[in-house]
């Protein structure tokens, strides 16, 4: 049964236009409703009683999930068409705009991953003085607390005791919700016991103990990075007594089991962290702003207690092994693939693509609907849940769909770094590509209506694209928007140039240098270096290099150096051969090894001028294979099992003779 669609013009403030919607969406739509969550919430509740029910509307979808529980009928599905697309002062038609966000919002959702996470409600409060002990007796009767304060605690006297305070003066503190471990140097505890006032053990450094929270009140640095990404680190100025009710107030909600989304997986065979020692990729770890990456031998471990989900790993991750789960980095593809689709068919030319948040994005587009011009009737807003996740992959892969230009509404907790240098990536690759102007930017307008402003300038001119099909990981993808950019922007077959560090790049070979020990393909991770196993060759395929440096650094030579580019032609797919060189053959039965010029060197240098090698035929043993080297020294008679004549039997007759012999002479 088709799903039907229920349409409200908001009050008069907005006038969708139901034949052009119904055409575009391919759904049933109703006639124009004035208030369907106040004087008509009645058509509504009949409406759920028939089927699948699409409401346009985003502000009430509580009011309209409470009216379906009521009712005995499932939550229908919701679309804001008000704030993103009808409250616009842009006179365009917005029925393209609105069947893309109607398509996007009926798109499976594949399933969220997650872990649980306990929390028994053992705080710890740190601080000082009245402000710690005031803090932890608040929460006392929710929370199993302890405070450590740095100077000593004057707890009331002749009261129950409600909570322990001792003194001591925080050394380190790791760990997450519900399993933080901390540790004291100069911790005295109190005794619970005795006349007057409270009396501390002697102090003592290394105390360590463990609790499920940390409320920190100490006014100083934090004990985390990124602090505020920490599950369980409360953290409030003890001078700002609305803070301290803040923390207090989330401090009491921390107990009981809570599911964890688990943003990040991981594939440790495809990290390209290091080899046999040598350090390669360090890309992640420069990045993850909560410390939840750490090197784990030849590849790198995420912590998913602490990662916080920010995406900036698997945005910047060149072998895949880090992506981005909630969602994947094919359904963000997909739906990207959606929106432009849905624009195209309903009528619509050359969409632009906003980028967004779920909080401070939502609200910022919701108030410039609300109270400023909105934003024009060709901008697409995607809400995500870390924009750290939207790489250059995603950005290039947007363009190659359709879309004009790509903005990045970054908000206040966005890690601009890390999507500034992924922003920069795909600029150099689209412009490479022959896009020319900024088709994709970073927007951080102070209020709401900055952001308008930015918006209804005039979009980058495009050339005609035809849309991709994406297949395959990120690197696939971007290669094939690329690929698709630059047959529309008519570019040359040239090397596109990247900025320092990129993923993507050429191999080059100082043939002089090379001698070809092939240590760099041994310890290549992804394989892009590799030996031919019928002649002393060095092969390369480009596109399968990662730029990880581990064979820049493992060269004993120094031949190697990295080259950022990114090579458009098929020639990138291919193994060609960096350095080749003519085998050696052996002297014995002159089977093919090694590499000529490299033996005829060693056996200039030692031949004669060696004392190993001056009156005897070691030389030789250089120019024999592996079979024949060891032959030839077994048969030596220098080799080192060589044990002299084997001793003649000895008979009876031997021993006789040699009786006789013996006395005879006596």
């Known amino acids: 049964m088709k799903a039907s669609l229920l349409l409200c013009n908001c009050a008069g403030t907005q006038s969708p ?288 207690n602490i990662c916080a989900g920010c995406g900036a790993c698997a945005a910047v991750c060149p072998s895949g092994a880090a992506s981005y789960d909630d969602p994947p980095a094919a359904h963000v593809f997909a739906m990207i693939r959606t929106a432009a689709t849905a624009y195209r068919d309903a009528g619509g030319v050359l969409p632009r693509l906003l980028i967004h948040d779920q909080d401070h994005g939502a609200e910022m587009i919701a108030l410039a609907a609300r109270y400023g011009r909105g934003l024009p009737a060709d901008v697409i807003p995607l809400a995500l849940e870390a924009l750290g996740a939207f790489g250059h992959a995603e950005m290039l892969v947007a363009l190659a769909s359709g879309f004009a230009s790509v903005d990045l509404l970054l908000g206040p907790k966005a890690d601009r770094e890390a999507i500034a240098a992924q922003a920069d990536l795909a600029s150099a690759l689209s412009s490479g590509a022959g896009i020319e102007g900024t088709a994709i930017r970073l927007l951080e307008p102070a209020d709401p209506d900055a952001l308008s402003d930015l918006l209804f300038t005039a979009a980058p001119k495009m050339p005609a694209v035809a849309p991709i099909l994406t297949l395959g990981g990120r690197r696939d993808a971007t290669r094939l928007a690329v690929k698709a950019l630059a047959a529309a922007g008519g570019v040359g077959e040239a090397p596109i140039l990247l900025p320092t560090g990129a993923p993507y790049g050429a191999v080059l070979v100082n043939e002089d240098a090379c001698t070809l020990c092939l240590s760099c393909a041994s310890l290549c991770p992804p394989g892009a270096l590799s030996d031919d196993p019928d002649a002393p060759k060095l092969r390369f395929r480009e596109d399968a290099c990662l730029q990880c440096g581990i064979c820049e650094t493992i060269c004993p030579e120094d031949a190697i150096t990295l080259k950022p580019q990114f090579d458009l032609t098929d020639n990138a797919l291919r193994q060609r051969a960096l350095k080749e060189e003519e085998p050696y053959p052996c002297i014995e039965c002159g089977a093919l090894f090694g590499v000529k010029s490299t033996i005829e060197r060693i056996v200039e240098k030692l031949e004669g001028k060696h004392s190993m090698f001056t009156h005897s035929d070691n030389a030789r043993l250089i120019r024999m294979c592996d079979d024949c080297r060891v032959s030839a020294q077994y048969h030596s008679e220098a080799q080192p099992f060589f044990g002299g004549a084997r001793p003649k039997v000895r008979t009876s007759d031997d021993y006789l003779k040699e009786r006789e012999i013996k006395k005879d002479d006596g």
């Open 17 to 304: 236009d139901r034949e052009k919607i119904a055409a575009a969406t391919g759904l049933a739509c109703s006639r124009v409703h004035t208030g369907l969550c106040t004087g008509e919430v009645d058509l509504v509740a009949k409406a759920l009683g028939t089927g699948d029910v699409i409401i346009a509307c985003g502000q009430e979808e509580a009011t309209f999930a409470a009216l379906a529980e009521e009712t005995g009928q499932p939550a229908p599905l919701c679309v804001d068409i008000r704030d993103r697309a009808g409250w616009s002062d842009d006179p365009a038609d917005k029925t393209p705009k609105i069947a893309a966000l109607i398509a996007l919002a009926t798109m499976p959702v594949p399933p969220q991953k997650t872990m649980d996470v306990m929390s028994g409600g053992v705080c710890l409060v740190l601080g000082q003085g009245d402000v710690a002990l005031s803090a932890a007796a608040q929460l006392a009767p929710m929370l199993s607390v302890t405070a450590v304060t740095t100077d000593a605690p004057d707890a009331p006297v002749g009261v129950a005791r409600a909570f322990d305070a001792h003194r001591g003066v925080l050394r380190q503190a790791r760990g997450s919700l519900g399993q933080f471990e901390v540790t004291f140097d100069g911790f005295a505890a109190t005794a619970p016991v005795g006349r007057g006032a409270p009396t501390a053990a002697p102090p003592r450094d290394g105390a360590v103990s463990t609790c499920d929270l940390i409320l920190d009140l100490r006014g100083e640095v934090p004990l985390f990075p990124a602090h505020e990404k920490r599950d369980g680190y409360l953290r409030a100025d003890p001078g700002d007594p609305l803070a301290v009710a803040r923390a207090l107030l989330a401090a009491s909600h921390m107990v009981g089991t809570f599911e964890k989304p688990l943003h990040i997986a991981f594939h440790e065979s495809l990290c390209a962290h290091s080899r046999a020692g040598q350090v390669g990729c360090t890309r992640c770890l420069d990045l993850c702003p909560t410390g939840a990456i750490v090197p784990a031998g030849e590849h790198v471990s995420i912590d998913p």
